[in-house]
């Protein structure tokens, strides 16, 4: 198994356009996961989805940000119009079943200039 | 809500001496997670521990879990330059819900 795949690896953007990352989850895991990092606020979470359904979306910063799972193997994660405070690197994740044993994807670094 | 706060932020070390990362929890974690986050890499996870006073061992590595279930340690026995990287403790906020990461104790090891 390739593992969960993100892409871009990277997106420099300007502020005001829209941005969407992308996530493929490991085949069979239920759960998928959305962190954010940067070094002042370290990893948060932002949205969590079981069974495709999202559980706990209580992270996601404002209305500016969405993400869906319209199916069991992908994942978006929009930000639309993207702000220079959003630059950070974007972490998916997912899981077999519930918040056990995560498998982190490479991350997309988002540059907002 | 739930917080999870790990001590210390930064630790440097020689190689060959000992490491200690500590994880507090304010409230009951139903369990805990380790991941190890490499520089300029993604965190990957190492082990989880759910029992009470749970003690666990991978090579010179030491997890506990306490008794309460409130806090962890993570320690590193012999440390070489290859332990380097950022290590982070994770709890659900609730049982069922997702994880919630401490800010993480970056080691690094100069040899």
């Known amino acids: 198994d390739a593992g969960v795949i993100q892409s871009p690896r990277h997106e420099v953007t300007e502020m005001g356009q829209e941005v969407t990352l992308r996530c493929k989850p490991i085949?069979?895991?239920?759960?998928l996961f959305w962190y954010r990092q940067t070094m002042m606020r370290g990893l948060e979470l932002l949205i969590y989805?079981?069974?495709?359904?999202?559980?706990?979306d209580s992270g996601m910063p404002e209305d500016r940000f969405s993400a869906k799972m319209p199916n069991a193997s992908f994942s978006t994660l929009k930000i639309q119009p993207s702000e220079p405070r959003d630059s950070a690197v974007y972490f998916c994740?997912?899981?077999?079943?519930?918040?056990?044993?995560?498998?982190f994807g490479q991350g997309t670094r988002l540059t907002v200039v | 809500g739930q917080q999870v706060m790990q001590i210390p932020q930064y630790q440097h070390v020689q190689e060959g001496e000992d490491f200690t990362t500590y994880c507090n929890s304010s409230?009951?974690?139903?369990?805990i997670q380790w991941y190890k986050q490499r520089p300029g890499g993604h965190p990957v996870f190492l082990i989880q521990?759910?029992?009470?006073?749970e003690v666990k061992k991978q090579k010179r590595l030491t997890f506990q879990f306490g008794e309460a279930k409130k806090n962890s340690s993570l320690h590193i026995t012999a440390t070489q330059t290859t332990d380097v990287g950022t290590y982070f403790c994770?709890?659900?906020?609730?049982?069922?819900?997702?994880?919630?990461f401490g800010k993480g104790t970056t080691l690094s090891v100069s040899s």
């Open positions: 994740a997912s899981s077999l079943q519930g918040p056990t044993e995560a498998f």
């Open positions: 085949s069979g895991h239920n759960s």
């Open positions: 989805f079981n069974n495709n359904v999202p559980i706990d």
């Open positions: 409230t009951t974690l139903s369990n």
């Open positions: 521990l759910v029992k009470s006073g």
């Open positions: 994770a709890g659900e906020r609730q049982a069922g819900t997702a994880l919630i």
